[in-house]
């Protein structure tokens, strides 16, 4: 069974610019998240979509942030503009359903704002 | 909201045990997981407690206080491959949304 994919994994950009992640969740899991996760800290939830609806995105700056699931299997995370404190790795993962018990993490992209 | 507290740095010797503790507070609590994340790598699953009690999975458990907001993750028998951050998180209410801690960075030496 192939695993969450995500692109690119790594992307350098100058503050002001913008940029897009992609993200592949595992074959038929409706639940998809994306984190970010600052170096020396723990994974830090973004947005988590249900199909192709937001459940939660409390914790998504929405003034630069903005992410998109439209037929509830792909999903973007988009950054516009960048700012230096961007710089992270993106996580996305992915999972079976609301209420299952392992999200299962794509390998990331790592940010780098200059 | 949630706070999470976990020790930053842990250094074990290889054959060794070492337990890793979690200490949170948080209102509406619905599970406690523990991740395994090797450098430059994705976290993956390792444990998940949401009842009182210890979980054992191979050389791994993990234990629950809910009563004293209270997790630990024992590993036994360390391989040097254990070198990796543990990462301690909460799950609140019927979603599936964590809260994640710092991370404790466990180093493994010969």
């Known amino acids: 069974e192939a695993g969450v994919a995500q692109s690119p994994r790594y992307k350098i950009i100058e503050k002001r610019q913008s940029v897009a992640f992609w993200c592949n969740p595992i074959?038929?899991?409706?639940?998809l998240y994306w984190y970010q996760q600052i170096l020396g800290q723990g994974p830090k939830l973004l947005i988590q979509f249900q199909n192709n609806g937001v459940v939660d995105d409390s914790q998504l700056p929405k003034d630069r942030f903005s992410a998109e699931r439209l037929k509830g299997v792909d999903s973007t995370l988009k950054i516009q503009p960048a700012k230096l404190e961007d710089s992270a790795v993106y996580l996305c993962?992915?999972?079976?359903?609301?209420?299952?018990?392992?999200?299962?993490f794509g390998p990331g992209t790592r940010l780098t704002v200059l | 909201g949630q706070n999470i507290d976990q020790p930053t740095e842990m250094t074990a010797t290889e054959g060794a045990i070492v337990q890793i503790n979690c200490t949170y507070q948080?209102?509406?609590?619905?599970?406690l997981f523990w991740y395994q994340q090797h450098a430059g790598e994705a976290p993956t699953f390792l444990s998940y407690n949401v009842l009182d009690g210890l979980e054992e999975k191979g050389r791994f458990s993990s234990f629950l206080s809910r009563s004293k907001g209270y997790s630990y993750l024992l590993l036994k028998e360390l391989q040097m491959k254990d070198s990796a951050s543990y990462l301690c998180a909460v799950r609140v209410n019927a979603g599936n949304m964590l809260t994640f801690g710092g991370g404790t960075r466990l180093m493994v030496k010969p």
């Open positions: 074959s038929g899991h409706a639940t």
């Open positions: 993962a992915s999972s079976a359903a609301r209420a299952a018990i392992e999200q299962f």
């Open positions: 948080t209102s509406g609590f619905n599970g």
